[in-house]
């Protein structure tokens, strides 16, 4: 279940040559409930569509019989996916902050990729045999550093798409919009958008 806040037809420019999706989520009521949204800009942060789920509530059982799998479970299967493919502006990239949403790549075509600030010139020190990253720098100087990572499974779609997302970081932030799909997920809740 989605809800389009998205620009009318009539506003909306035409496809830019770079679109991206961000991918996010947060917790509401005392993590009793998740709600997911995705935020599609152009390639310099303009936002062309923003989408969100209802809540989803899982159940004490659920919780039990998932264990630490229901968070990638809601979060590919009953979040992300449904959120991509409802997206009538079809995105280039999926930035995600949250690695659970890695998942969602087997369902979509699209390269997903985590996108973190770093605390320096270290990049984390997990099991990388799990994913694949680099560092970027932000070729204006504008921005601090941030890891870009995918899943180790989907190794090629760094390679196919770090050079776009070096020059995106030249001139875009690509970590602030996952601080305006957070504030536009608390607004649409504290409206009680899609609740029932």
């Known amino acids: 279940m989605c809800l389009n806040l998205g620009m009318s037809a009539d506003q909306q420019p035409a496809s830019p040559q770079t679109s991206i999706a961000f991918l996010g989520y947060r917790e509401f009521d005392d993590g009793e409930a998740y709600r997911g ?23 004490q059982l659920q919780r039990t019989l998932y264990g630490k799998s229901l968070l990638p479970h809601i979060l590919s299967e009953l979040i992300g996916a449904p959120l991509v493919s409802s997206v009538r502006e079809k995105p280039q990239l999926i930035l995600i902050a949250d690695e659970s949403y890695f998942d969602v790549r087997r369902k979509v075509s699209t390269p997903v990729i985590r996108v973190a600030r770093t605390s320096g010139s270290k990049a984390k020190q997990e099991d990388q045999s799990k994913s694949k990253s680099l560092l970027l720098q932000s070729t204006s100087g504008k921005f601090s550093q941030v890891e870009v990572e995918v899943s180790w499974q989907f190794a090629a779609d760094l390679d196919s798409s770090g050079e776009r997302l070096r020059d995106l970081f030249g001139h875009f932030d690509l970590t602030e919009p996952f601080q305006r799909l957070a504030e536009g997920l608390q607004y649409v809740h504290d409206e009680k958008v899609l609740e029932s």
């Open 37 to 59: 949204a995705i935020l599609v800009t152009d390639e310099w942060g303009k936002p062309l569509e923003f989408r969100c789920t209802a809540p989803v509530r899982p159940t």
